[in-house]
């Protein structure tokens, strides 16, 4: 069977100038998908099930990093990149292969040997690598099941987070939709300035908070799309200017 690839990259030149030299130098690797951005490279991922992945570290919507998660244990990554840095060494080592823009040549066709060789043998898990060296920043998406499908979600678009037994449950999407992710997990991860947490089961979208309201007896609940949820004491004093 043909091997198969998506390639992932936000700059048009750059990803027409892969495929035409994938094309020459591997005639029989199938180019199933093109993305522009990170969403985009993880739906590809989801949906068509290729061998190869090259994915561009820096992207809109999901970095590579991040979509090396979904890619870890299913397909071959070969990054790209503009940065001669730390992270080469790591892409040495094995794990994973690297191209360095503006795109050679030489480097592309020993890539190319390399993946040939790997893909006689299952996909690297880059979960660790991935995580150690992703590029600083908030959570930008969400991967949510709804139903027997996936979705992946902005996290902008979201109105809040609220646990519910083994899951956390999405607020203010529209559909219903849970991830794994723990309370715990998403307030580190979420950006502060939008997010706060308001209990040990919930964390609300600030931007998204319809009223909030206080009893004599000190308790503080706020509505987030419709839904009431509750602040406990340890969170109280976020909301004494509101």
Same mark, same amino acid.
């Given at each position: 069977?043909?091997? &198969? *690839? ?8 750059? @990803?027409? &100038?892969? &495929? ?5 130098? +591997? ?7 093109? *993305? ?14 290729? !061998?190869?992945? %090259?994915?561009?570290? /820096?992207?809109?919507?999901? =970095?590579?990093?991040?979509?090396? &998660?979904? *890619? =870890? ?11 001669? #840095? ?10 994973? !292969? ?39 920043? +908030?959570?930008? +998406? ?16 979201? *109105?809040? %987070? ?13 559909? #219903? ?16 300035? @939008?997010?706060?947490?308001? =209990? ?7 931007? /998204?908070?319809?009223?909030?309201? /206080? ?5 503080? /609940?706020? +509505? ?19």
């Amino acid at each position: 069977m043909k091997a &198969r *690839a998506i390639i992932a990259e936000d700059e048009p030149l750059l @990803r027409a &100038r892969l &495929r035409e030299a994938l094309a020459a130098l +591997w005639p029989d690797l199938e180019i199933v998908a093109e *993305a522009e951005d990170g969403l985009a490279a993880v739906i590809a991922l989801n949906q068509l099930r290729p !061998d190869i992945a %090259f994915l561009d570290i /820096r992207m809109p919507g999901a =970095s590579g990093m991040e979509v090396a &998660r979904s *890619a =870890s244990g299913l397909c071959h990554v070969v990054f790209l990149t503009a940065y001669d #840095d730390y992270a080469i060494q790591a892409f040495d080592a094995g794990a994973v !292969d690297y191209l360095l823009k503006p795109l050679d040549l030489a480097r592309l066709a020993t890539a190319v040997t390399r993946l040939q060789q790997r893909l006689l043998q299952a996909p690297a898990d880059l979960s660790l690598l991935a995580q150690r060296l992703q590029e600083p920043g +908030w959570l930008r +998406w969400i991967h949510a099941a709804c139903g027997l499908q996936m979705r992946i979600i902005p996290v902008e678009e979201i *109105a809040g %987070f609220v646990a519910e037994a083994k899951y956390t449950r999405l607020l203010g999407i529209g559909f #219903d939709a849970h991830i794994r992710k723990t309370i715990k997990e998403l307030a580190a991860s979420l950006e502060p300035e @939008r997010f706060c947490q308001i =209990s040990r089961g919930a964390v609300v979208n600030l931007g /998204r908070v319809e009223k909030l309201t /206080r009893d004599g007896s000190g308790g503080m /609940r706020l +509505w987030v799309e419709g839904t009431e949820l509750v602040v406990t004491q340890p969170y109280q004093h976020l909301f004494k200017q509101m």
